[in-house]
């Protein structure tokens, strides 16, 4: 059993968007998506809830209020965001579903954004040929939405718009060498080159972040 990217084309801002929304439609909208069923039958919880809990519960920055606790109240609380630290993973599933809606998923085969040797070995080529970032980014970023930390997966991560045209850049340099190819993994290599390419390509023709999930 191995890891997993799922990217999208999205805009990061309107996903952000979501929580503490209040739009009821949207609820309903996140609900239709292709993915809600697949990750409800996953849920350990109530899928609906968590969705209902990002749209009607979050508590937006301005709204939060601190506690007061310790030795006679000197001591403030964090001020709580409105959602349990305890489905931190099930708010990042449902931040997938909802990257479903607003966005485009760029991975054409289930598998192709394996986290193992072919995975690896364009790392080394990025790296190679000069990259600042590679693929290891989308093990996850911390606090990329404002939701409770996520202790294991999904891990959440994002390509900004320059970060895009810089590894688009890099891409156009890159060139398997003869070894790669002969080797057992060179056709999956050469599709995982094409598809992230073809994926940055995506974000930057609709002006939008590559944001993935790995599980």
């Not at 688009?168 to 398997?176: G, N, S």
Request: charge should be negative.
């Amino acid at each position: 059993m191995g890891y997993y990217a799922q990217p999208f084309a999205v805009d990061l801002e309107k996903v952000r968007q979501v929580l503490g929304s209040k739009d009821a439609q949207l609820a309903e909208q996140i609900k239709a998506s292709g993915l809600y069923d697949h990750y409800a039958s996953e849920s350990e919880a109530d899928f609906e809830e968590i969705i209902d809990a990002l749209i009607f519960q979050y508590i937006k920055p301005a709204d939060r209020k601190s506690g007061s606790g310790g030795f006679f109240g000197l001591f403030k609380s964090q001020p709580s965001t409105g959602l349990d630290p305890k489905l931190a993973h099930e708010y990042g599933y449902a931040l997938l579903v909802a990257c479903d809606v607003f966005g485009t998923s760029l991975s054409t085969d289930d598998d192709i954004f394996y986290a193992g040797r072919v995975w690896k070995r364009l790392n080394e080529l990025l790296d190679k040929a000069g990259a600042t970032v590679n693929l290891d980014r989308m093990w996850g970023e911390k606090n990329l939405f404002d939701i409770p930390p996520i202790n294991d997966f999904p891990g959440i991560s994002h390509y900004s718009k320059p970060e895009i045209e810089h590894l688009l850049a890099v891409l156009e340099k890159i060139q398997p060498s003869e070894k790669d190819m002969e080797s057992d993994d060179g056709e999956v290599l050469q599709l995982l080159i094409s598809t992230f390419t073809n994926g940055l390509r995506t974000c930057r023709e609709k002006g939008v972040e590559w944001v993935s999930f790995i599980h």
